[in-house]
């Protein structure tokens, strides 16, 4: 039995939030996990940034961890998803590091990494050693890319960006590759044994995340998949106060995100709803899902300015 797996059925199914939880609790040296710093020590190995890797020499990495961490942003609020603040032998902050953890392609944002690093030099102008992290699937989609892209950072030499992958190809790399190689010596029996019920989660959220975060790069036409490249982008709100990404593929598909939760939505009710509720002249209950998204783009590419 994966828990992981069956935490993720129906309704109740783990989004990114969960991802990062899990994922900042084996980055936090101060938990119950039985793993002690080697996981925060692999990833600082991983980034391969010699600013932090000073910290491999202490004996101990002190590192503490905080979820959706809220920062302000021209007074609106960001969340990060994971914060983890290192620690020196003085316990003072040496170095943060901010993850923004993304396992689904379409939850990309162009202007979300940027906010999120001005919205932390708004709270601290001059913070030094800060490291941003962008962890995603292993794809080179457009939207991806642009996020990463539009971070542009302050001319502060302390300050870096790094985009690291879920999984590599062919299963190799990335961040689940860290977790395979605290279990190694484990089996080897060249570390300590680690608690079984630990090491039994952490194979199964090897597993879980690697389907999860897993590209599918045949497109083939099964329900659900994204068939095309994206040509068409817009983001709405309706009445009930969530934000909803709304995309056109070139294969006409269309598609509706939940920005919050970043579940796939209802297209033709979501859009229904929001041309109802703007008096938008589209008759939507004559039309099929994909011609009602070529009608709505047309009217909001005559209206977002």
Request: aromatic fraction near 8%; charged fraction near 30%.
């Amino acid at each position: 039995m994966n828990i992981f797996q069956v935490l993720s059925q129906g309704k109740s199914r783990l989004h990114e939030p969960s991802m990062s939880a899990m994922l900042g609790y084996l980055l936090d040296s101060n938990k119950d996990h039985g793993l002690g710093d080697a996981f925060i020590r692999k990833f600082i190995e991983y980034q391969e940034n010699p600013l932090v890797n000073n910290l491999l020499k202490y004996d101990f990495i002190n590192s503490q961890v905080s979820l959706e961490e809220p920062y302000q942003l021209k007074g609106k609020r960001k969340d990060i998803d994971i914060q983890v603040i290192v620690l020196n032998d003085k316990k003072q902050e040496a170095h943060r590091i901010i993850i923004e953890n993304k396992i689904k392609i379409n939850a990309a944002n162009p202007k979300q990494l940027k906010d999120y690093y001005q919205a932390i030099l708004e709270d601290e102008k001059h913070l030094n050693n800060l490291h941003i992290i962008f962890l995603t699937p292993d794809s080179k989609a457009k939207q991806l890319q642009k996020e990463y892209e539009n971070l542009e950072l302050l001319h502060n030499p302390s300050h870096t960006k790094k985009w690291i992958k879920w999984i590599g190809k062919d299963g190799r790399g990335g961040v689940l590759s860290i977790i395979k190689e605290i279990l190694k010596p484990e089996v080897q029996g060249s570390i300590n044994p680690i608690n079984e019920y630990m090491r039994h989660t952490l194979k199964a959220f090897i597993k879980h995340s690697s389907f999860l975060t897993e590209v599918k790069r045949k497109r083939t036409m099964r329900t659900g998949e994204d068939i095309g490249e994206i040509i068409d982008e817009a983001i709405i709100k309706i009445s009930d106060g969530n934000k909803y990404r709304v995309i056109r593929r070139d294969s006409t598909q269309i598609q509706v995100f939940n920005l919050k939760t970043t579940d796939k939505e209802v297209a033709r009710y979501i859009l229904a709803q929001f041309i109802d509720e703007n008096n938008i002249d589209v008759d939507h209950s004559n039309y099929n899902t994909r011609t009602i998204g070529k009608k709505f783009f047309e009217w909001y590419k005559k209206n977002k300015n």
